[in-house]
């Protein structure tokens, strides 16, 4: 119940994100907006692993490989060095780069 709270907090995150920063035509998206999409984002270096679990695309096994891999090699810092956690392919950090900051 908890994960699907937080699932439901996220996705309602993201959604307000995208249509508060959603780009009017003939405006230009600032740093100081830039800055404030960035805040929302979950800090991956920082998550639990239930915070982990409620990002898209990643279960309880991905969200403990990511948390050894952090604990073991330190930050991760891209989404390029997220392909080097197992079971994370390249077309699964892409996605997950939508819902995570590497800080």
Not at 14 to 33: I, S, Y
Not at 52 to 70: C, D, F, M, N, R
């Amino acid at each position: 119940m908890k994960n699907v709270i937080i699932a439901l907090l996220l996705t309602g995150l993201t959604l307000t994100a995208n249509q508060t920063l959603a780009a009017k035509p003939g405006t230009t998206l600032d740093k100081q907006t830039a800055t404030a999409a960035q805040q929302q984002k979950l800090n991956l270096n920082k998550a639990s692993i239930e915070q982990l679990e409620a990002v898209p695309g990643i279960g309880k096994s991905k969200a403990q490989a990511i948390l050894t891999y952090i604990q073991e090699k330190g930050p991760i810092t891209s989404q390029k060095q997220l392909t080097e956690v197992k079971g994370i392919g390249d077309k699964l950090a892409e996605k997950m780069a939508q819902y995570v900051s590497f800080e």
